[in-house]
């Protein structure tokens, strides 16, 4: 056994020495410099590759600027570490400790790295495209080491910062750098330093801490041991790749041959169109698209597409269209480059127009226009186009659109202006909205005998149409977003009804491409087309007027008779039109009763008194007998109050509609914090309305009774609601699709049509983890929306919602309402995700696999148990929704029939913020609560009215879906800006201020 020992002994020595030995002579893959590095330019998925790029760094050195541009050794740059107090007391004795270290005078000397040369990291991005503000740029190590900034670090440093730069030579000679090129001895490279410009009080360029902490912001602070600022610790060495995180819609590019991609170029201004065809028929006008897609050809090939003119009988003026770009013969293009034959018929140019960009020098885009003399033959027509321009040169052709004027009974009016006009608003261009905006003028005069009808029409090629690229269509005071849409290799053509406003005489449609705070979207620009029709016979709209609620007393509409007259978009005085219709209102039999009309003089109601005892409602026609059961409406100012019926808490609050309530004798509660109980009894025989005006409990908070009124007069039918935007930072700015909101977060936006909308935030330089979020608006009521740069809330997978049992049911995700029905394709976050639907009363958890990948089905199969949850909240009374689905209750209620898992759970109340959380129920786990605390915001009422009545109201530039007269509540405090839209007038009137618990009004007349 001894001699055994020994001999084991010995060869773990020999192994020692000869591992040892290994050491010496071979540096570990990890510690062996980077001698290539890839840029990559990411979509906004954070997964398309737009553009990609490998370089050695030899190709950095002899193809790219070095810096310093010195490069001789005479500037040496310092990096500062972290400030210990030992350090600080001897350097700064007696001082208070500050561990920023303003004066950059600790802890430098073995930061100091020396005469080094590399490249900018700024040239590195130009090499895949480029950034645009609000991307961000990664620079990542092999290991894995990553640092992460905006763009504007890269691009516009702070002089104290300098530019970032990826070296690959090193001129100090230590053992923490080594020495020379990557590929001589500089073991750390490449390496990620920076080039300070400033200096310390004794010449060096130091980057240090303090310059750190002016230059960015705090999310991007490196803390050594999380304890001690330290600038040196963003200096990421052994750099492989650099990775730009775009804000770039998937759709709008690929994969790139890794020769750095292509993209397009930034900054266009628009020009004017030129009108040409124009008269009037008795006729319609046609727009057909040929079929066949983009196409790439090159000198002496020919595209092929196909027209389907099936539809079009007795045509009497037709002009073809074709649309080219991309011609790389630039500015040797020419219009005699294409030849067209349609259906074996050779075309003769019309007319050739070409935008070759501001230097003459970008892409060409050109449009082709061909008089068609012959007949239109119906049918599917065959189109040939001939490329002949110079040797090698090539270009994209979309394929074009047939402009028809077709015989018909209808008198039709029509206006033409064609042309090839690229326009694309880039801020860091210079080129702002206004500049990238093309126009079409159309100056003739309308005639306007009788009913007419007036349509814009939009042809343009390359657009986008989405919360990155955005597009608006513009007639006079009508705007449109996104309508140009079909996309970046696509023909779109955007149709609007414009007939409001029209008018008589020097018309203009405008089309722009729209920033905010970025690159708006690219379009080229090729046709407008005005065209003024007899209307239908039917075209006086019944849908138009607001629904009415189902209560007698209160259904009624203002006669136009009752308003005073007021000059054209300016705002109505006060007192005259609330005399009239408190008058009105107050003649109605139970508001009358509960409600006497103010004294004249005074500002509002009398001290409050006892409210009397309801009576029946008289009625001068025999009663019928006294049915078991009737509808009962409750409307109080404010709204909200809980509704307790007979000593029993329904579980609603107002405004409330009660179906069925027996007849007979009832007791009436309305419970509202801060304003006292209401209490009464009465006898309720037929449908009936109570309307009640709710005493504060603070003197200083007055109901405005004209609200009261207005509520009892419009019901409880809404077609607009409202979200409460907030963010993990105060003030930032709101988009609600694409169109930027008055007032930063956080923010109650109300009046915003029910439906699916894009909301979208921006502040500065942070990158929030989502920056656009969809949400589904809810008529009357104010739905959460919460935007964070802390993590969460990623949507990165896109997955086929599959449930044959639920087929057509509505779906949620993650608790919030999709808008769409089973089957359906919704986007999920990569963990934890689940899908809701409400079916038969029963609110449904399915957990979505996290091993369903990006494009892949889940089926719903397995029903999950059900289970109660008791939702509560301070105050009481407010509505609950779970996974988005309305429960119908307000808190404090007990939800049955839900299913373990997860749920979100949303609680929302008139005049406070609302909040939404979400609970995990475990199987066989009962009983669970959730609770919420609510917060008021002030807030005021917004009543819209005009003569005549009926006519369409938007906020915010959108269509709200309400028509006048409408009284908006919950209104945040603020100016805004109200247009109202009639038959053939609209009027838009400035800076309508909210004032807290008043009600604004707006009153407009429109030409009829």
């Known amino acids: 056994m001894k001699s055994m020992h020994s001999t084991t002994a010995r060869c773990l020595a020999v192994t020692a020495l000869f591992l040892f030995l290994v050491a010496l002579i071979a540096v570990p893959a990890s510690a062996a410099p980077t001698t290539e590095l890839t840029v990559t330019k990411l979509a906004s998925d954070d997964e398309t590759v737009l553009g990609q790029k490998t370089v050695t760094w030899e190709w950095m050195r002899d193809n790219l600027p070095n810096l310093p541009k010195e490069g001789g050794g005479e500037t040496t740059y310092y990096n500062q570490g972290p400030i210990f107090d030992s350090a600080w007391e001897k350097k700064h004795p007696g001082e208070d400790y500050d561990y920023w270290n303003p004066t950059e005078d600790i802890n430098l000397d073995y930061k100091d790295y020396g005469e080094f040369k590399g490249t900018d990291v700024k040239d590195l991005c130009e090499l895949v495209g480029g950034v645009a503000k609000g991307d961000m740029i990664e620079i990542k190590a092999r290991d894995g080491m990553y640092k992460k900034w905006p763009a504007e670090y890269v691009y516009s440093p702070n002089p104290r910062q300098g530019p970032m730069v990826i070296a690959w030579y090193h001129g100090k000679e230590d053992e923490g750098h080594g020495y020379g090129y990557i590929d001589e001895g500089f073991s750390n490279g490449m390496r990620l330093y920076f080039l300070a410009e400033t200096t310390n009080d004794a010449g060096m360029h130091v980057w240090g801490n303090w310059d750190m902490h002016e230059s960015w912001d705090e999310e991007y602070w490196y803390f050594y041991n999380n304890e001690l600022p330290s600038a040196s610790g963003s200096s990421v060495y052994h750099v492989d790749r650099i990775i730009i995180h775009s804000q770039i819609d998937p759709s709008q590019g690929g994969s790139s041959s890794g020769d750095g991609g292509s993209f397009r170029p930034h900054g266009f201004e628009g020009a004017t169109l030129t009108p040409t065809l124009h008269g009037t028929v008795n006729g319609s006008i046609s727009l057909l ?35 080219g770009t991309n011609n790389t013969a630039k500015d040797e293009a020419e219009k005699g480059d294409l030849s067209a034959v349609l259906d074996s018929q050779g075309l003769s140019l019309t007319e050739y127009y070409a935008d070759l960009g501001p230097e003459n020098d970008e892409p060409a885009v050109e449009t082709w226009c061909y008089d068609l003399k012959a007949a239109v033959p119906a049918g599917n027509l065959s189109l040939d186009v001939n490329y002949r321009g110079p040797e090698e040169a090539g270009l994209t052709l979309y394929g074009g659109v047939l402009f028809a004027v077709v015989r018909e009974n209808a008198t039709t009016t029509y206006w033409v202006a064609e042309g090839a006009d690229a326009i694309e608003a880039d801020p860091d261009a210079g080129v702002d909205e206004e500049a990238a905006t093309s126009k079409a003028e159309f100056a003739e005069e309308v005639m306007r005998d009788g009913d007419i009808e007036a349509r814009v029409y939009s042809v343009v090629t390359g657009a986008c149409g989405n919360d990155t690229y955005t597009n608006a269509l513009t007639f006079h005071d009508g705007e449109w977003m996104n309508l140009l849409n079909a996309g970046e290799e696509k023909i779109s053509i955007g149709e609007a009804e414009v007939t409001p406003y029209l008018r008589p005489v020097e018309n203009t449609l405008a089309v722009s491409s729209v920033s905010y705070d970025e690159r708006g979207d690219y379009l080229e620009n090729r046709l407008a087309v005005l065209v003024v029709s007899d209307a239908e016979p039917e075209a006086t709209p019944t849908t138009a007027q607001t629904t009415a609620p189902p209560t007698v007393q209160t259904t009624a509409t203002l006669p136009p008779t009752t308003l005073p007259e007021v000059g054209d978009g300016e705002d109505a005085q006060e007192g005259d039109l609330w005399s009239g219709l408190l008058g009105w209102l107050h003649a109605l039999p139970l508001v009358g009763s509960l409600f006497p009309a103010p004294a004249a003089g005074t500002d509002g109601p009398a001290a409050p008194t006892p409210p009397p005892v309801l009576e029946p409602v008289s009625t001068p026609f025999p009663a019928p007998a006294l049915p078991e059961s009737a509808p009962l409406t409750i409307i109080t100012a404010p709204a909200g109050a809980q509704v307790v019926l007979d000593g029993e808490y329904l579980g609603k609050i107002t405004p409330a509609r009660l179906e069925d309530v027996s007849t007979g004798t009832h007791s009436l509660e309305l419970v509202l914090e801060g304003y006292r109980s209401y209490e009464t009894t009465f006898d309720l025989t037929e449908e009936t309305d109570v309307t009640i005006a709710l005493e504060s409990t603070n003197p200083n908070t007055k109901v405005d009774p004209d609200g009261l009124d207005l509520l009892a007069m419009q019901g409880s039918d809404l ?43 921006k502040k500065d330089k942070i990158s929030y983890n989502v920056d656009t979020k969809e949400v589904w608006v809810v008529a009357g009521k104010v739905v959460p929306l919460y935007f964070s740069r802390y993590g969460g809330g990623s949507m990165d997978r896109a997955v086929t919602v599959e449930a044959p049992a639920y087929k057509g049911k509505m779906c949620a995700v993650n608790g919030h309402a999709t808008g769409k029905k089973i089957p359906a394709k919704v986007k999920v976050p990569p963990l934890t995700a689940y899908v809701s639907l409400c079916h038969n009363g029963t609110y449904l958890s399915f957990p979505i696999s996290d091993r369903v990948e990006d494009g892949g089905t889940a089926t719903l199969d397995d029903v999950p148990g059900l289970t109660t949850l008791r939702v509560d909240s301070t105050p009481g009374g407010a509505e609950v929704f779970i996974d988005g689905f309305a429960t119908g209750h307000a808190t404090p209620a007990l939800i049955e029939n839900i299913s373990y898992g997860r749920h979100g759970v949303m609680v929302t109340k008139p005049g406070y913020l609302p909040k939404e959380d979400e609970v995990f129920i475990p199987e066989r786990i009962d009983d669970r609560a959730i609770k919420f605390t609510l917060d008021t915001y002030a807030h005021g009422g917004l009543y819209v009215n005009s003569t005549p009545a009926g006519g369409r109201i938007y906020l915010y530039g959108k269509n709200t879906g309400e028509v006048t007269p409408h009284l908006f509540t919950g209104m945040d405090i603020g100016k805004y800006s109200v247009k109202v839209v009639g038959r053939s007038d609209s009027k838009t009137v400035e800076d309508v201020m909210i004032h807290p618990d008043q009600v604004a009004t707006c009153e407009v007349r429109l030409r009829r």
Do not use: C
């Open 719 to 761: 077609r607009s609601g409202g979200v409460y935007v907030a963010a993990s930072d105060a003030g930032a700015t709101i988009y609600i699709d694409g169109r930027k909101i008055d007032g930063m977060t956080p923010k109650v936006v109300n009046g915003l049509k029910e439906g699916r909308h894009k909301v979208k935030i």
């Open 289 to 323: 698209q040929t079929d066949g897609g983009a196409q790439n050809i090159t000198s002496g090939e020919t595209a092929h597409f196909t027209l389907n003119t099936t539809t079009l009988e007795d045509v009497e003026t037709a002009r073809l269209y074709l649309f």
